[in-house]
């Protein structure tokens, strides 16, 4: 006699047609990776007519503004390149695969444009292509890789430290042509909206424009997208730390004068005023970009000082020569005998 199994729970018919659907749609999407990708090669650009460019609408988001090298001229960004085109063998019917609408591919699978950034100062100028990417039904693709770039640019620190920068980010292909990718500016500036505050640089504004340059080396002529970003550094930290510092240490200067002569400490205040200002000129030279076009005014101000202190010690010592001169250790002129007595 056989025995009799008791019949599921309800719960676990539940689990069951829940699960169901989902398994569904896993292999919806299988057969979708499947039928896109068995014949696709992501060499070929994605045009039905190789007359035809490529349409790449492109932005750049800013996330972060990680540092400004002023002494080396570099600035360091934390972005997020924002690349939508339409690939014409990535379409399909979401009828067909259970209503799939959107796909998440790795990148390298497809074909993607070469967008670099051409004032690279770093070795890497390429983004990294391990993110993936999103496929519509329709053939678009949108592809949002992070990446993190070292770009030259030239500072000028003349009113160091309230001073403003002008830094450009230049990207563009590295090997199509006007006549092979299309570049589209999504929007008229840089994108701001996740920008993460910086402590010692605020952003103006970041409009962004594009250009179309003929280069010596290749007669097709090229475009590119040019972000120009406005920085105006935040002051506080070198006002507090730099500048009130060097000023109250000036106005000792001129306390030197105030000492009585017997005071042995004349001497002794006007070469600590020196040093203390040797000190502060150098903390400015490891800030400041080594060159010899632009010399910011703090350190024209320290320089001046400098010299004004060194004319007090020389006039201190001349001052203190005369004080303790006595008959026994100086006579007096001829010729001030003849003038003054």
Not at 46 to 64: L, W
Not at 104 to 131: C, H, M, S
Request: net charge negative.
């Amino acid at each position: 006699m056989g025995v009799v199994l008791p019949p599921p729970p309800l719960s676990m018919l539940m689990l069951v047609l829940m699960l169901l659907p989902v398994a569904s749609a896993s292999e919806a999407e299988h057969r979708l990776f499947q039928y896109l990708f068995e014949d696709y090669n992501e060499i070929i650009r994605p045009v039905a007519n190789v007359s035809h460019p490529v349409i790449i609408q492109f932005e750049v988001s800013m996330s972060q503004l990680v540092k400004v090298d002023e002494v080396n001229q570099i600035m360091e960004t934390n972005l997020w390149l924002k690349q939508i085109w339409n690939d014409y063998k990535l379409k399909w019917k979401p009828s067909d695969y259970q209503g799939v609408e959107f796909m998440r591919v790795p990148a390298e699978k497809i074909w993607k444009p070469d967008i670099v950034l051409y004032n690279n100062a770093d070795g890497d100028f390429q983004v990294d292509d391990k993110t993936k990417a999103l496929l519509k039904y329709t053939g678009e693709v949108t592809w949002i890789p992070p990446a993190i770039f070292k770009s030259s640019c030239k500072i000028d620190v003349t009113y160091f430290p309230f001073d403003y920068q002008n830094c450009t980010m230049k990207f563009g292909s590295w090997s199509y042509d006007k006549a092979k990718i299309d570049l589209v500016l999504i929007g008229s500036s840089m994108n701001l909206k996740d920008y993460w505050e910086s402590g010692e640089w605020a952003i103006i504004k970041a409009p962004g424009y594009k250009h179309e340059i003929k280069y010596n080396c290749c007669e097709e002529i090229y475009q590119d997208i040019t972000y120009s970003l406005y920085i105006r550094r935040l002051p506080l930290f070198y006002t507090i730390n730099l500048i009130i510092p060097c000023l109250l240490i000036s106005f000792l200067t001129v306390l030197v004068f105030y000492l009585p002569s017997d005071c042995g400490e004349k001497v002794t205040l006007c070469i600590s005023v020196l040093l203390s200002l040797t000190v502060f000129l150098l903390v400015i030279t490891e800030t400041i970009p080594s060159t010899s076009l632009v010399i910011p005014l703090i350190g024209e101000y320290l320089l001046f000082t400098m010299i004004f202190v060194t004319l007090s010690i020389v006039i201190t010592v001349f001052v203190l020569n005369v004080h303790y001169r006595t008959p026994t250790t100086h006579t007096m002129p001829t010729w001030v005998k003849a003038v003054f007595l």
